[in-house]
C-alpha cells in the first residue's frame, strides 16, 4: 500500500477476497479485522499454512466453532489489575530461574501501558483544597505499589507507566494511546495493520467506540499475552444492532446506554460481539459511541463494536491526532474494505436487533445492577416497591412505607434522613466524563441551579472526578468550574474513584444515624456500576445517571422524588423550581462545546513531559533484573503460585471427599467474590494487617492491596452483601464448617479444610462471575483450595480466569440447578473423569447427603477448546507460559525471529 511516498506491507483483505472467492461486504467489521489478525498469526506461526483457507472461510462464513490465535497490538493495565500482572512477572522471573532458564525471557514483548486510575480515593470533598489533599494521600497510601511500578518500568522494555493524575484508563487510552492503525518498522520495512488491545479492565471495550477491537481480558491473560502468548479464540457470534431515529431533545446518552444495557441483557448477548450500524449511528457523535461502547460488560458481550468511518477521522482530529495518522488511518481502511460508507448494505450477522433512538427517555438504573433501568418518571414508586421487596429483611414492617425520619445534628443545622435520603452523589467514570456533551450539560445546569439559589443539603457528599485533566480544561474554558464548585462539585481527583468503590469516608454522624435505624442510604452517580457493597458498605441502593442527573438528584437529595412533576427546590423568592426550568437545550450544549474544546487542550495534556509529576519521580526504585521483596512490606509479596512447579505438568485429579464452601444464588458478581473497597478491621483481612501493625486509618482497601495474596485470600468472599445459603439471613463472607457444623469465615473454614486436605466446591446459579475482570475473584478461590464451581452459567471474563488458575468450571443442565436437585451444600462430593476430561464434555457428579442418600447428575465442563484444556491440565496459563519459556534454547532475539512474538 503506498501512502504519502512511503510503501507499507499489508496482510491484503482485498487479495484474500478475490482468491477465496469470498463477499467481504457483507461479513461484519469486526469479523473482518478477526480475519485480518489470523493472517498475521499464520505469518507468525501461531496457525498451520495448511490449514488457513479453511479457518478463514468459517470466520467469514459466520462458523461459530472456529477457533483462531489472537494475539492483540497491545496490551492496556490499569493499576488494581497491573499491579497483581507485574507481581506475577516477577514471581515468573524466579520460577524460570530457578528451573534453570534465563530469567530475562519473561518480559513483556507487546507494547504494554499501565494507567494508574484505581488508587486515588475521596477522602476529602467539596472543597478547595480536595484535589491536592487526595492526590497527597494516594501517595502516602500506595507508596509501595508505586515502586513496585518504577522497578516494573525499568526491568520490563516495552513497559510505559502513565503516574497518578493522568486520568482513568479508558478515557487515555481513547483520547491519547489509540492510532487505530499501528506501523511497525523492521529492517527498513514499514508495516502497517490494525490497532488493536486486550485489557485488564472489562471497559476496555470503550475503545470499540473508535473502530479499534478490544475487549477485557482477565490478569493472566493479559500476560500470557505480553509474554507473546496468543489468546486461543472461539468465533463468536455477531449481534448487529441496528440503530434508527434519532435521540429526542433532552434525552442523554447516558439514557440510551442505561437502556442498550436493558434491552441487550434481555437479548442474550454473553460471549457475543455487538456491531453497531444503521442510520441512528451515523446520529452520533464518536464520544456517545464510546459511551455505548465502555458498557459492553453490563450487557455481557465481548465486545461493541463501531466501524471507522468519517466520524472516527473528525474525533481524531478533534482530541489532536497528527495529521498524517489520520490520513494514514483514512487510507488503510478505505484500502482494506473496513471504512464504513453510509450508502453500503448491512452486514450479514448472525442475529439482527432494531433498537430505536427515538424511544429512549430519561432514565437511572438500580438499585444493585446497570441493567434495572427506571424511567425518572418511575423512579420514586419503584424506590418505594424495593423497601417492601429488596430490603424488606431489613426495616421494620411500620417502616417499610418509607416513612421513618431520623434527625441528626449536622454541624450548625439538624438534617433529616428517611428511606431514600441521597448520601453519595457523584460526577465520575470514564464511561460519562468522556462525553463532552454530558459533562458541558452539567455544568450548565448547575450554573443555572445557582442562578436561582439552589443548593444541595449537607448530608450529600458531592464529588467531580475526571476521567482526564482536558475535562477540567474545557470546564474551565466555558465558565462552568465555579457553578460546580458552589454546589460541592469540586475536582477531587483525576481517576475512577466513586465508580470503583474509592468513595472515601461518610461523616461518622451520618454512618451512626444509617446503622443505628437500619436505613436505606442512596447513592447517584454517572458510573457503570452499582453492585451490591461496591459504591460504600453503608449505602444500600445505587443509582446510575448522567452527569446532569446527578446534580438535579443531589439538590433534591433523595431519590423519593419524580423530577417531571415535583419541584427540586424552591429559588431566592419561593418560587418552586423544576428540573425543566434548569435543564439546557441541546444547542446550547453543542454551542458551548464548539467554543470551549480545543484540539491543542489535548495536545498539551498529553505532552511526554507533562505526564511526570514530581511525586512520581522521586518514588525509587531498584534497577535490577530480579525484584527484592520486603519481608515486612503489606502491599506487596511475593505470591506462592509457582512454589511447587516442575518442569512437566502433572494431570488435574478427580474430587474425592469435596466439600462445598458456598452455596450461592444468581448474579454473583466478581465483586461479591472479591471486593475491591473498604476493610473492615473485624475480618481476617483486618486482624492479618493488624498484626503487622497497620492502623485501620491505613489499612487503604482490597483494590490497592491485590499485590499481596495474603490479603486476597482473606478477602474472598468478604462481600458485606454476600448472601451464603449455607446460613440463610445472615450477610457478609461466612460459612458453615462441615462436618463440625461449626460457624466461621470463609478464610478459617478453608485453612481448616485444606489442614484436612479437603477439596472445596463453590455451588452458585446464574450469571456467576459478572462485572469487573479482576483475576483475584479466580486467583483467591483458588489459594482457598476451591477446586470446581458448579453454576447455571458463568459470564465470560471470570470463566476463563478460572481456567487460567486452574479451577474447573462446570454448568448444570438446562432446567436443573442446584435448588431443583435438592441440594443444601452439606453433601460430600465425587466428581471422577477429570483426568481424561475433553472440551465440553459432560462429567458425573455424586453428592452424599447426610443420611446416605446420593444424588447423581450430570454437568458441563465449561473448557470450550484444547487450548483451554491445555492451561487447565498445566495447572493455570501462566505455569503453561513458564514452561515454554523454559523450552527456549536460544537468545531473546532468536526467539522473537522464531515468531513467538512477531510483534
Not at 216 to 221: D, K, N, S, T
Not at 222 to 238: C, D, I, S, T, Y
Not at 395 to 409: F, L, M, Q, T, W
Not at 529 to 544: D, M, Q, S
Request: one cysteine or more.
Amino acid at each position: 500500500m503506498e501512502f504519502a511516498g512511503k510503501q507499507y506491507n499489508i496482510w491484503s483483505l482485498k487479495r484474500l477476497e478475490n482468491r477465496l472467492g469470498l463477499q467481504l461486504s457483507r461479513v461484519p467489521y469486526s469479523i473482518r479485522l478477526l480475519m485480518e489478525a489470523f493472517l498475521r498469526s499464520v505469518t507468525a506461526r501461531f496457525a498451520s499454512v495448511d490449514t488457513a483457507d479453511a479457518t478463514l472461510r468459517a470466520l467469514a462464513g459466520g462458523e461459530e466453532q472456529v477457533v483462531m490465535p489472537y494475539l492483540p497490538a497491545r496490551v492496556l493495565l490499569q493499576d488494581y489489575t497491573g499491579v497483581p500482572v507485574i507481581v506475577d512477572l516477577a514471581a515468573m522471573r524466579e520460577a524460570v530461574k530457578k528451573l534453570g532458564g534465563d530469567p530475562a525471557l519473561v518480559s513483556p514483548v507487546l507494547p504494554t501501558d499501565v494507567v494508574v486510575d484505581h488508587s486515588i480515593q475521596v477522602d476529602v470533598a467539596a472543597c478547595t483544597k480536595a484535589l491536592q489533599y487526595n492526590t497527597e494521600q494516594e501517595f502516602v497510601q500506595n507508596r509501595e505499589r508505586f515502586k513496585l511500578l518504577r522497578w516494573g518500568e525499568r526491568a520490563f522494555q516495552g513497559l510505559r507507566v502513565f503516574p497518578p493524575g493522568t486520568g482513568i484508563v479508558h478515557q487515555v487510552n481513547l483520547e491519547n494511546l489509540a492510532t487505530v492503525v499501528r506501523v511497525q518498522e523492521r529492517d527498513g520495512i514499514l508495516t502497517a495493520f490494525p490497532d488493536s488491545v486486550c485489557g485488564t479492565d472489562s471497559h476496555t471495550t470503550m475503545i470499540n467506540g473508535l473502530g479499534v477491537l478490544g475487549w477485557g481480558v482477565g490478569g493472566i491473560e493479559a500476560e500470557a499475552a505480553m509474554l507473546g502468548h496468543p489468546f486461543m479464540l472461539l468465533r463468536p457470534p455477531v449481534v448487529g444492532v441496528k440503530l434508527v431515529g434519532r435521540l429526542r431533545p433532552g434525552v442523554t446518552t447516558t439514557d440510551l446506554v442505561l437502556s442498550v444495557a436493558e434491552r441487550l441483557r434481555q437479548e442474550g448477548v454473553v460471549d457475543q460481539f455487538v456491531e453497531f450500524c444503521g442510520e441512528g449511528v451515523r446520529a452520533l457523535s464518536l464520544a456517545e459511541r464510546a459511551t455505548i461502547a465502555n458498557m459492553a460488560p453490563e450487557y455481557g458481550a465481548t465486545s461493541a463494536y463501531f466501524p471507522v468511518d468519517e466520524e472516527t477521522l473528525r474525533y481524531l482530529r478533534a482530541t489532536g491526532r497528527p495529521e498524517s495518522l489520520v490520513q494514514l488511518v483514512d487510507r488503510y481502511y478505505k484500502f482494506q474494505g473496513l471504512f464504513c460508507h453510509n450508502e453500503e448494505p448491512l452486514p450479514i450477522f448472525n442475529k439482527l436487533v432494531t433498537f430505536d433512538l427515538t424511544k429512549v427517555v430519561p432514565s437511572v438504573s438500580g438499585p444493585a445492577k446497570p441493567q434495572q433501568r427506571v424511567s425518572v418518571q418511575e423512579l420514586k414508586t419503584s424506590f418505594s416497591r424495593t423497601l417492601t421487596t429488596t430490603y424488606a429483611p431489613l426495616i421494620a414492617s411500620e417502616n417499610r412505607d418509607g416513612a421513618i425520619k431520623v434527625n441528626v445534628a449536622f454541624d450548625d443545622r439538624t438534617v433529616t434522613l428517611t428511606h431514600g435520603s441521597i448520601l453519595i452523589a457523584s460526577i465520575t467514570s470514564c464511561t460519562n466524563t468522556s462525553n463532552p456533551s454530558v459533562m458541558i450539560a452539567a455544568g450548565l445546569l448547575a450554573r443555572r441551579a445557582v442562578t436561582r439559589g439552589l443548593t444541595v443539603p449537607p448530608y450529600v457528599k458531592t464529588s467531580l472526578s475526571p476521567g482526564s485533566q482536558v475535562v477540567t480544561d474545557y470546564l474551565k474554558a466555558a465558565g462552568l468550574i465555579s457553578p460546580l464548585e458552589t454546589l460541592g462539585f469540586h475536582v477531587t481527583g483525576y481517576g475512577c474513584m466513586t465508580c470503583s468503590g474509592s468513595s472515601g469516608p461518610l461523616d461518622p454522624r451520618l454512618a451512626t444515624a444509617i446503622k443505628e435505624n437500619n436505613l436505606v442510604a442512596t447513592s447517584i452517580l454517572s458510573g457503570n456500576r452499582n453492585f451490591e457493597g461496591r459504591i460504600h458498605p453503608l449505602v444500600r441502593a445505587n443509582y446510575l445517571a448522567s452527569p446532569p442527573l446527578v446534580i438535579a438528584y443531589a439538590i433534591a437529595g433523595t431519590v423519593k422524588i419524580d423530577l417531571t412533576r415535583e419541584p427540586l427546590g424552591t429559588d431566592t423568592h419561593g418560587v418552586p423550581v423544576y428540573l425543566s426550568d434548569i435543564w439546557p437545550s441541546d444547542e446550547e450544549v453543542s454551542s458551548v462545546m464548539n467554543k470551549s474544546i480545543s484540539p491543542r487542550m489535548f495536545r498539551d495534556r498529553y505532552r511526554q513531559d507533562s505526564r511526570a509529576t514530581e511525586q512520581w519521580e522521586t518514588i525509587s526504585a531498584p534497577e535490577s533484573d530480579l525484584f527484592s521483596w520486603e519481608k515486612d512490606c503489606t502491599y506487596i509479596k511475593r505470591p506462592p503460585y509457582f512454589d511447587s512447579m516442575t518442569h512437566s505438568a502433572s494431570s488435574p485429579k478427580s474430587i474425592s471427599g469435596g466439600r462445598v464452601l458456598a452455596l450461592l444464588g444468581d448474579s454473583i458478581t466478581t465483586d461479591h467474590l472479591s471486593p475491591g473497597g473498604t476493610i473492615d478491621p473485624t475480618s481476617p483481612a483486618g486482624h492479618y494487617l493488624a498484626a503487622y501493625g497497620v492502623k485501620p486509618t491505613a489499612f487503604n482497601t482490597y483494590g490497592a492491596r491485590r499485590g499481596n495474596h495474603e490479603v486476597m485470600m482473606r478477602g474472598t468472599l468478604a462481600n458485606i452483601r454476600l448472601k451464603n445459603m449455607l446460613l440463610p439471613g445472615v450477610e457478609g463472607g461466612m460459612t458453615i464448617h462441615h462436618p463440625s457444623g461449626r460457624m466461621m469465615t470463609i478464610y478459617e473454614a478453608a485453612m481448616q479444610y485444606a489442614t484436612d486436605d479437603i477439596p472445596l466446591i463453590i455451588l452458585a446459579g446464574k450469571e456467576y462471575g459478572a462485572g469487573s475482570s479482576r483475576d483475584w475473584a479466580a486467583k483467591g478461590p483458588r489459594l482457598l483450595g476451591v477446586r470446581v464451581v458448579i453454576a447455571n452459567s458463568f459470564e465470560r471474563i471470570h470463566r476463563s480466569n478460572l481456567i487460567c488458575m486452574g479451577v474447573l468450571p462446570l454448568q448444570f443442565r438446562s432446567g436443573e440447578s442446584w435448588r431443583s436437585l435438592g441440594l443444601d451444600g452439606t453433601e460430600i462430593y465425587e466428581i471422577n473423569g477429570v483426568e481424561t476430561l475433553k472440551p465440553g464434555e459432560e462429567v458425573i457428579v455424586e453428592a452424599r447427603k447426610t443420611h446416605g442418600e446420593i444424588v447423581r447428575f450430570a454437568v458441563r465442563a465449561r473448557i470450550d477448546t484444547e487450548s483451554e484444556l491445555t492451561y487447565y491440565q498445566h495447572g493455570g496459563l501462566l505455569h503453561l507460559v513458564v514452561r515454554k519459556l523454559l523450552t527456549a534454547k536460544k537468545n531473546r532475539d532468536e526467539t522473537l525471529d522464531q515468531g513467538i512474538a512477531v510483534w
